[in-house]
């Protein structure tokens, strides 16, 4: 405790309060949006001492200051962002185009019948093929959808969660298709079902079976795809959903604690699974907190890693994670300005040392994005990568009492969060309950009474607000997307070979009645065109459906 | 404004609309409701009705649609009462129960309607009884009535069903030294939900001694049954033991007895809202305020009480 | 004078396969606030569903939440399905990811409003408690 600065300090606060009723304050207190207060000034006093233990060094436990000792002076951050619409043909041709552009690693985006585990031609996908992303109802689809891409070449990310197993084997086919093995493949599923239950609402089995699948896919990549992240821990689900910075910290490092508790129980030796564990992580409007957060993130993973689950392997510890900047942040109103949020946004993941990057673009609040808008996007971070020079050193906002205050405030208040999670009997007890869920609601009905009382500015929408015309030229997705997948379905049913396909499906009913892994039988379905909605359904005859019943 | 003439027409011709209208007609005004059960004479057969009760978290919204998907594989056909709590600031209310329900989407003979307790604190609204009493006349088989498990009041329940079927959770043991020893006692049947949970057996266990104890008061022990609401296991078991109950209640006259004294309940309460509402019509034809002069004083209020009444008494005798 | 209130009694909705349901809570939430009786159906209701639990539960308005952009084909089966039933005197109204010019389309099939992104919670009390109609 430095004296002669606790003296000033103290003398200081005195001058300085005495001036308010002169020169007040905006507000009379300031809170994040955790609820967390943010002090008038910050100094060395709100800084622990023992930097070696509490902050560290880049590369090294407790990987505060980032997961790699050279970061974005090696290598950027991956610029990925996610994409996917209507055909598979159409999707191929954005891809290809934002590979040309200088994107580094392709993001896929599937529809809300894909990631239902519905073909295009179920009763409940009228009206919703290829909306929110690409159609794919079998290999034929997703030989189209990398047609020209080659596969051991570019990583790829697909935010599949139920039929994760699916999609993946999919992707392994069209890869060995086009000559590339297994053991080539580099990218990311996203197979993170617990946050679905809590936040995203694609989930299809019940939580049990579900985590079977999941550690199904945990095991088969770790033999035969050991450059595979096999999961994407999620967090930016949930804070989209309405959490604050310090639930989406303590929710999805609970539901991680839920997948290695469960790959344990499988079998798996911790540090065999764990190095290919990732995360995903949004980035929201309060700059410092969140670059706050994911250092955060990353100190409490490593803690649990080692003390909780007795890790041996630095790297079972390093939380590796990708960003996406708030899309609930974006506003259908002056959209330029979402331009401005998302470079914010991004500067603070970057700030916070993310791996992977997805920017947003202006108009989504409103629709999937035009080319134009996914560009400036684009260009968002490469501006950031390669004109602001903050890539050019390690952490830069260490040291700042503000940040490592913050960075400690969000880490003790998640990690007490994680144990209240705990003591409800961990994550999927935590969702049966609805406790994530309410807090989060709770959250965010709070937001949202702070916009509506002003309390919260939002510009352009509860101020600064201008008269408008209605935005023009936004991207649309007609119904003859659906009209051609019930096309190509019917065709594929000719084609095919029926006896192997109902052969492959007995297999996999049996599998998944057994307690194999359901891997090699989703990959022999898969491969003889098998479609994704009869996989899922002989899933659904043994799994059951998975109903939500938590209210509000 | 909607005809009750037309609609009691409407509703005896079965359309599901109209008992639905008619529902809302008569939870809305005690005076509506008696002019229209009025139209409605007397119902052909008066159906079992079943109370669900227990403390929130213990799956009585499951047990209930799994119950009635037993029931209407039976060919029965099913009525469901869900009653959620109020906002006691707004008086507004989400009602939640229902959404648990999607096992019965479809289903043809089964009616769904989700109430809100509107002010009274757990057990059930004057007009949540009104409506049970409209049901009556819906050619259901049986009604299951499923209330806000505040652990309140609940005791309300008994004196408007034929049988209490309370649900319990595992653990729940532990706490029920705190339970209220009105719920122990208004059950007819004892249900360990959640029954996959460890300490289940021990629940049930425990239970069954605190009832042991009571066993000079009942007539017909009380089953200890466990289920696992999710799974369906158990269901057939709580099935039985409430045929079995309704069999007491029709030999041993027992439910005479109760149907009787839910007559009188229901008179109570229309007789109190007769009153009530005539009072507040005088007060306000006669420009009284029935609000009290000063923040303190008790004795203040029971005089004004007593002052407004015998002045009500008087313009009405008088 | 408590027993005799007529409350308004709302059905909110999330028809198809949007999983997205922030919103709709909120809306939910602020409308039991404002002293409404709200029924919430959860996630992946078919448009028969909507209108069965509209019916049995008697309410006054519905509200439909969709941001999978589906709305265009979902929303006006709702409409019809009332109509069939001879219920069109619930008013519909519907909120999500709708782009404006979505909208005539949408009035035209029935839906008596749209709230699109941005809309305060008071906006939808407002106009319900301005629009509805009690039978």
């Known amino acids: 405790m430095d004296e002669h600065l606790q003296d000033q300090l103290s003398k200081w606060v005195e001058k300085t309060n005495r001036s308010l009723a002169k020169n007040p304050e905006r507000k009379l207190k300031f809170k994040n949006a955790s609820q967390l207060t943010v002090e008038r000034v910050y100094t060395p006093q709100d800084v622990r001492n023992d930097y070696v233990a509490n902050i560290g060094l880049p590369g090294e436990y407790p990987f505060t200051r980032g997961v790699q000792p050279t970061m974005y002076r090696g290598r950027f951050w991956t610029m990925r962002q996610y994409a996917g619409m209507a055909s598979a043909e159409e999707s191929n041709a954005r891809y290809r185009y934002l590979l040309e552009q200088g994107q580094t690693g392709l993001s896929v985006a599937f529809d809300l019948p894909t990631q239902i585990g519905h073909d295009s031609d179920h009763p409940l996908a009228e009206g919703e093929v290829g909306k929110v992303g690409v159609a794919i109802d079998s290999l034929a689809d997703m030989e189209l959808l990398f047609k020209d891409i080659p596969l051991d070449r570019v990583s790829t990310s697909m935010t599949i969660n139920a039929p994760a197993a699916v999609l993946l084997a999919m992707y392994i086919a069209v890869a060995e298709k086009q000559g590339a093995s297994m053991d080539k493949l580099s990218g990311t599923i996203q197979n993170d079902i617990l946050k679905e239950y809590v936040a995203r609402g694609t989930y299809i089995f019940p939580p049990a079976p579900s985590m079977r699948l999941i550690t199904d896919i945990f095991a088969f990549c770790a033999q035969h795809v050991p450059e595979w992240n096999t999961i994407s821990i999620s967090g930016y689900h949930i804070r989209e959903a309405g959490s604050t910075a310090v639930q989406e910290v303590a929710f999805t490092l609970s539901d991680g604690i839920a997948y290695v508790e469960a790959a344990i129980k499988a079998g798996l030796d911790v540090d065999d699974f764990a190095p290919r564990l990732s995360f995903f992580f949004n980035s929201h409007v309060d700059f410092f907190e969140e670059v706050a957060k994911f250092r955060a993130a990353r100190r409490l993973w490593a803690k649990i890693m080692k003390e909780r689950f007795q890790a041996k392997n630095p790297r079972s510890m390093m939380l590796r994670f990708h960003t996406q900047t708030g899309g609930s942040t974006l506003t259908a109103q002056q959209p330029d300005n979402n331009v401005v949020r998302v470079a914010l946004q991004a500067l603070a993941a970057v700030l916070g040392g993310t791996q992977s ?23 968002t971070q490469q501006i950031i990568a390669y004109e602001s020079g903050v890539a050019d050193t390690v952490d830069p906002l260490a040291g700042s009492y503000y940040v490592e205050k913050m960075t400690d405030d969000i880490e003790e208040a998640a990690a007490l969060l994680v144990h209240k999670v705990d003591a409800l009997g961990g994550a999927v007890a935590a969702i049966e309950k609805g406790f994530m869920q309410r807090e989060i609601q709770d959250a965010a009905y709070g937001w949202q009474m702070q916009v509506e009382s002003k309390e919260r ?52 009913e049996n599998c998944a009645r057994g307690t194999d892994n359901c891997m090699p039988a989703i990959l022999r379905a898969v491969r003889v065109y098998a479609t994704l909605g009869e996989i899922c359904d002989t899933l659904r005859k043994v799994f059951g459906e998975y109903h939500a019943d938590n209210v509000l | 404004m909607l005809s009750i003439d037309k609609l009691s027409e409407r509703f005896l011709s079965g359309e599901t609309r109209a008992l639905a209208q008619s529902i809302s007609l008569v939870e809305d005004s005690a005076k509506e409701a008696a002019k229209f059960l009025r139209l409605l004479g007397v119902p052909k057969a008066l159906p079992r009705v079943i109370g669900v009760t227990g403390p929130p978290g213990a ?18 056909k099913v009525a469901l009462l869900l009653i959620d709590p109020s906002s006691p600031f707004t008086g507004g209310a989400i009602l939640g129960d229902r959404i648990r329900m999607h096992d019965l989407a479809g289903r043809k003979e089964v009616f769904i309607r989700s109430l809100s307790s509107r002010g009274s604190l757990g057990g059930l609204s004057a007009a949540a009884i009104r409506v049970l009493r409209l049901l009556e006349y819906g050619d259901f088989s049986t009604i299951i009535l499923e209330t806000v498990g505040t652990g309140q009041a609940e005791t309300d329940v008994v004196e408007a069903v034929d049988t209490v079927v309370v649900v319990a959770v595992p653990g729940l043991g532990d706490d029920i030294q705190a339970m209220k020893a009105g719920i122990m006692e208004i059950a007819d049947i004892f249900v360990v939900n959640k029954a996959d949970r460890d300490g289940a ?7 069954e001694a605190m009832l042991g104890l009571q066993e000079e008061k009942r007539r017909l022990p009380v089953p200890v049954l466990t289920t696992v609401a999710t799974t369906g296991q158990g269901i057939s078991e709580v099935l039985q033991a409430l045929d079995r109950h309704t069999a007491y209640l029709t030999t041993s006259q027992e439910l005479t007895v109760r149907r009787v004294k839910r007559r ?5 309460a229309y007789v109190k809202d007769l009153l009530v509402d005539d009072f507040f019509a005088w007060a306000k034809e006669a420009g009284r305020e029935v609000a009290p002069n000063s923040p303190q004083g008790a004795a203040e209020i029971y005089s004004l009480a007593e002052q407004l009444i015998a002045e009500y008494y008087a313009e009405r005798t008088g | 004078m408590m027993a005799e209130e007529k409350r308004t009694r709302v059905l909110v909705a999330k028809p198809g396969l949007d999983g997205h349901d922030r919103g709709a809570k909120v809306v939910a939430r602020a409308l039991r606030d404002a002293g409404m009786e709200v029924i919430y159906t959860g996630l ?13 539960e008697d309410v006054d308005v519905i509200g439909l939440s969709c941001l999978s952009g589906a709305h265009n084909h979902l929303f006006p089966q709702v409409v019809a399905l009332l109509k069939q039933h001879q219920a069109e005197d619930i008013l519909v109204v519907g909120g999500g990811v709708i782009p404006d010019e979505d909208i ?25 408690k301005k629009n509805v109609v009690h039978r």
């Open chain 1, 357 to 379: 990057l997805h920017t947003n673009s202006r108009d989504e609040a409103l629709a999937l994005p035009t080319e134009d808008s996914v560009r400036i996007a684009l260009r």
């Open chain 1, 457 to 508: 500015v939002v510009v352009g929408v509860n101020q600064f607000q201008i008269k408008e015309p209605s935005p023009r030229g936004l991207l649309r997705v007609d119904g003859s997307v659906g009209e051609m997948q019930k096309l190509k379905l019917k065709e594929l049913r000719a084609t095919r070979d029926n006896g192997a396909v109902a052969l492959a499906l007995g297999q996999l």
């Open chain 2, 59 to 76: 799956g009585k919204s499951t047990l209930t649609a799994r119950l009635a998907l037993s029931l209407l594989d039976k060919g029965e």
């Open chain 2, 201 to 207: 057996e021990r629940t049930a266990r425990q239970i």
């Open chain 2, 264 to 268: 009188q309940k229901e008179l109570y």
């Open chain 3, 44 to 56: 992946r209701q078919t448009p028969e569903q909507i209108v069965e639990a509209a019916l049995q």
């Open chain 3, 104 to 128: 005539p389309f949408l009035k035209e099939q029935g839906v008596k409003e749209i709230f699109t992104p941005g809309t305060g919670t008071n906006a939808v009390v407002e106009y319900i």
